[in-house]
Structure formats: structure tokens, C-alpha cells
């Protein structure tokens, strides 16, 4: 019998997927474009957005998850960032 | 069409996609910075923690040469999709590298490699401020009726 192969095995529907990702990306622009603002209220914090709102401001990665997790929020489709007033170069 | 968009603040191009790693029981949506410096696609520690990867059940693992000198990454198959407004998925299974974690990479955003960006005919737009990728192949192509 043929293995399954990782798209065989996807546990969400399609139109689940991409409900999904149009609340994700509301999520990353809401950082995206608060971010000078977000300077000012949330440095050198992290912070979770979930469909459009922040919903964690945390000391750290790890407290950030937690507290997303304790609220019940559904950790897959929140995106969490650090706020830094001086971005990094990225040199990949 | 798959629309990508440009950072605010940092300029960069990223693209939301729905990654599922079976073997881990992940599904999730994940925000990757498109590299085609990348040959393949990487989950980095900001988005790993976030998923809960446990590193204690991967056990293949492989060499990738960055600017940063060469690191030891986990390598473990899974799955990425993407969506076109609301009316196909398009998905694609992959080799998907995960970083070892490491202080100086916390806040480095998951990478959109090659494996996949190799399958889109892509307009880069900084100034309209979007990302255009026609589709040309996928693994698996789904309707959203």
C-alpha cells in the first residue's frame, strides 16, 4: 500500500484553511502597520495578535505562548512578534 | 493569484500559508519571509515555539550553509498551502528544514524557499506594495465551493 503523503494527511478543509489565513494575515498586517505605535506603548515586548487584535503583550516567546494557550486561543492562527524600536538586518 | 505583501517597517516580502507537519500533529498558519536565496523551506524558533514543536521527536537531520556559518537543521515531511481569495487551495509537500534553536535567531521570521517559489510566476511590487504569484504547478489543487 502507497504511504501517505503529508498533503494526504491534512486534518482542515479547504475553505477552513483559507478562513484561516485571511484572519492570519489581517493578524500580520495589524503588527505590520501599528508597529511605530506599538513602539511606543509595547517595546521590547512580545505580543500576540489573534484575528486582527492584540491579545498578549508578554516579557517573553515562551510567556507569550502560554498566555495564548491559558486564553484559549487558538495558538496556530495567532502570530506573535517581538516589538524592537531598531530592526535587524537580515542577511539570509 | 496568491497576494503576498511587504512589511511596513522592514521592507520584507511575506506570504501567509497553512503548514501541516503530520508526524507532530502541527497544523497552523504561518507568516514566511519569500527567499529565493532559500532552496528550501525553513520553521524557524519563533514560529516553532509557538507550535509546540518537540525537537525530541525529530531525528533527521541535515546541514544548511548560511551567512551565519553552517547549522545542523531537523528535517522532518510536511505540508504547505496556500489560498487564492477564498476560491482554491493549492498545496505542495515538501522536505521541510527546522532550525536547531538558537538566542541570535529568536525573532528570525520561517522562510519561503525555492521548493515552492520554483512553482509560481511571481510580480515583486514594493512600490504597489504586493507580492503577485500565479500558480504554475502544485502538488494538489483543491475548489473552494
Redesign the interface.
Known amino acids: 500500500m502507497r504511504n501517505k503523503s503529508p498533503l494526504d494527511q491534512v486534518r482542515a478543509a479547504p475553505a477552513e484553511i483559507a478562513a484561516n489565513l485571511d484572519s492570519f494575515a489581517v493578524s500580520a498586517k495589524t503588527l505590520s502597520s501599528h508597529h511605530p505605535r506599538m513602539i511606543d506603548l509595547y517595546e521590547n515586548k512580545w505580543v500576540g495578535v489573534y484575528n486582527g487584535k492584540i491579545e498578549v503583550v508578554a516579557d517573553s516567546l515562551e510567556e507569550a505562548t502560554r498566555e495564548i494557550k491559558e486564553k484559549a486561543i487558538p495558538i496556530g492562527e495567532t502570530i506573535i512578534r517581538r516589538i524592537d524600536r531598531t530592526e535587524k538586518t537580515l542577511i539570509l | 493569484m496568491l497576494i503576498g ?1 511587504f ?4 521592507g ?1 516580502l ?1 506570504i ?3 503548514l ?3 508526524s507532530l500533529q ?4 504561518v ?1 514566511f ?1 519569500v ?1 529565493t ?2 532552496d528550501c523551506c525553513v520553521l524557524m524558533q ?1 514560529d516553532a ?4 514543536v518537540d525537537y525530541a521527536r525529530l531525528s533527521d537531520r541535515a546541514d544548511s550553509t ?2 551565519g556559518g553552517v547549522s545542523r537543521d531537523f528535517v522532518v ?3 504547505i ?3 487564492e481569495q ?1 476560491t482554491k ?1 493549492y ?4 522536505l521541510l528544514r527546522i532550525a536547531e534553536p538558537r538566542p541570535e535567531l ?3 521570521p520561517s ?1 519561503l524557499g525555492r521548493d515552492v517559489i520554483n512553482h509560481w510566476r511571481m510580480t515583486y511590487d514594493p512600490t504597489g506594495g504586493q507580492l503577485h504569484a500565479d500558480v504554475v504547478s502544485c ?2 489543487e ?4
Open positions: 505583501r512589511g511596513d517597517t522592514t520584507r511575506y501567509e500559508g497553512h501541516s507537519i503530520p502541527i497544523e497552523a498558519s507568516s519571509l527567499d536565496g532559500s519563533l515555539a509557538r507550535l509546540g548560511g551567512i515531511a510536511a505540508a498551502l496556500f489560498a477564498r487551495v498545496g505542495y509537500n515538501i529568536k525573532t528570525t522562510l502538488d494538489r483543491y475548489a473552494i465551493s
